[in-house]
């Protein structure tokens, strides 16, 4: 689901955007402009929740926020509408949408990226990074240079804090390199060997892990937006409806448990690589680890993307650009008879060069 936030002007009644630039909302149509509000309660700080009191339903009705959604029938992305809003293009792969409203409740965002690039520099970043696909479609470049407006969208995330203690067994080895004289073609030669000595180990490991990021939507490929990666999660901003104005947010789809498991895949994976350094050794083994995790709390904020979906030919094409480091991910197109051309090209080539070799024998 999608929301659309829109703050009028006091001037001209016209609505503010939130200028990256200027770090602040800007009227387009009379050019006013308006400070940010200032921060909530807790000032700069974004207050973690506890991850129990969520999964048990125990979070408090503030924590929680009602929306009005329907489900793209192409991508299933789900999107919200404003209420005088009947019918409308989905922002992830461009397919017409009519609304079929219902209420989905959800965990509030508690803090979120502001967007540091605005369209222009957007754009200009995903032409930049078509012009080096040489495969491409000339005409979805063109037409991508030239299409309509991209989105700008909020994508949800999940983070998590957890505090880890690890017991585990294992073997370490050790390399031992022996030398001996053997007999080859009549000569006596030195033959070396490396063996490897094992020997049990077992020994505890402790990790406090720190905002361990976790996508929560499913509109687009994930292998986009890991490709999206790294976040400057340390410029993370309380969350204020102000910084959405002009811009869409995506509610989460990825429930709070389901994002848990992932992140405690990603917390497994570093706590094996901590195993290893301290059995240590020239090699590791593990047999066996118990983890023990606690002290869980999670945060759902929101990273800025900017989305281009494109129909061409029939097919959809999306391309979605880090809102902050202008990093650019997407699916790739392919040009069948640019690929034809460099094949013909590469074989002339070939044969070019093994004349010459010929000749030179």
Same mark, same amino acid.
């Given at each position: 689901?999608?929301? %659309? ?6 001037? /001209? ?13 800007? /009227?387009?149509? /009379? ?14 700080? #974004? ?9 048990? *339903? !125990? ?14 029938? *192409? ?8 209420? @005088?809003?009947? &019918?409308?293009? /989905? ?30 520099? &957007? ?5 930049? $990074?078509?012009?080096? !696909?040489?495969?491409?479609? *000339?005409?979805?470049? %063109? ?54 000595? =094992? ?11 720190? @905002?361990?990021?976790? !996508? ?10 890991? &490709?999206?990666?790294? =976040?400057?999660?340390?410029?993370? +901003? ?11 947010? %995506? ?6 448990? +389901? ?6 895949? #990603? ?38 993307? $900017? ?14 650009? *880090? ?10 197109? $392919?040009?069948? $008879? ?24």
């Amino acid at each position: 689901m999608t929301e %659309e936030h829109r703050f009028p002007c006091e001037q /001209c009644g016209a609505d503010y955007r939130f200028d990256p630039d200027k770090g602040q909302l800007v /009227c387009d149509h /009379c050019g006013h402009t308006e400070p940010m509000a200032e921060a909530g309660p807790w000032g700069g700080s #974004i207050r973690e929740l506890d991850f129990r009191q969520a999964i048990d *339903n !125990l979070l408090p009705l503030q924590e929680m926020e009602d929306l009005r959604v329907t489900r793209c029938p *192409n991508c299933g992305a789900e999107v919200e509408f404003q209420p @005088d809003t009947h &019918a409308t293009e /989905c922002p992830f792969c461009a397919t017409p949408v009519v609304t079929d409203t219902g209420i989905h409740r959800q965990i509030k965002p508690r803090g979120l990226l502001p967007f540091a690039l605005d369209e222009t520099a &957007a754009h200009k970043a995903m032409g930049d $990074w078509m012009g080096g !696909l040489w495969f491409a479609p *000339n005409g979805l470049k %063109e037409y991508a240079r030239k299409g309509r407006r991209m989105q700008g969208i909020y994508v949800p995330y999940w983070t998590f804090d957890a505090q880890t203690a690890s017991q585990y067994r294992g073997q370490r080895g050790t390399a031992h390199r022996t030398t001996r004289r053997v007999m080859r073609d009549g000569k006596m030669q030195t033959v070396s060997h490396t063996e490897i000595r =094992w020997r049990p180990v077992s020994g505890r490991v402790s990790r406090f892990f720190d @905002d361990v990021l976790v !996508l929560a939507s499913r509109s687009l490929p994930k292998k986009f937006t890991d &490709a999206l990666q790294p =976040w400057d999660l340390s410029r993370l +901003e309380p969350y204020r409806p102000e910084f959405l104005a002009g811009f869409r947010s %995506e509610g989460y789809q990825v429930d709070l448990d +389901e994002g848990f498991v992932e992140a405690r895949a #990603i917390m497994d994976r570093q706590i094996e690589r901590d195993v290893k350094f301290d059995i240590g050794g020239d090699r590791q083994r593990i047999q066996h680890v118990d983890t023990s995790v606690s002290a869980v709390t999670f945060k759902h904020v929101l990273l800025p993307v $900017w989305l281009a979906a494109y129909k061409y030919r029939g097919e959809t094409y999306r391309f979605v650009v *880090n809102g902050t480091t202008g990093r650019v991910q997407g699916e790739r197109p $392919w040009s069948a $008879w640019k690929i034809a051309i460099a094949v013909i090209i590469g074989a002339i080539l070939a044969g070019g060069l093994g004349y010459v070799f010929a000749q030179s024998q």
